[in-house]
């Protein structure tokens, strides 16, 4: 029985974190999205990505393409997820995404 536990507790300690895409609503793997927050450039609320997962706030997660980008932005998820007012810009992670597709 203690050999059982301790492999559960290994287990556990190697799994990744599992996250939701805000665009297409598909769970995954945290490695496999890329995490966006909300800033505040020249009075303006924008989402930016946060590939490093390291911004201080709340935090949303997205699969790094095209169409679940276009899905988030069509359906209003980053200001939903993020729980933000109006439609905030959304910009920085369109050129992020855009530049990790040409790669």
Sequence with gaps: MV???AELAHVRET???IRTCV???QRASKRELVRVTAVV???QTVVEPDPDGTAPGRGAHLHPTIECYDLAVR???FARALRLEGGPSSAPVGAYVAGRVTE
């Design 23 to 25: 665009g297409c609503r």
């Design 3 to 5: 050999r059982q536990d």
């Design 41 to 43: 450039r020249h009075g």
């Design 75 to 77: 359906r209003k998820a």
């Design 15 to 17: 799994a990744d974190p």
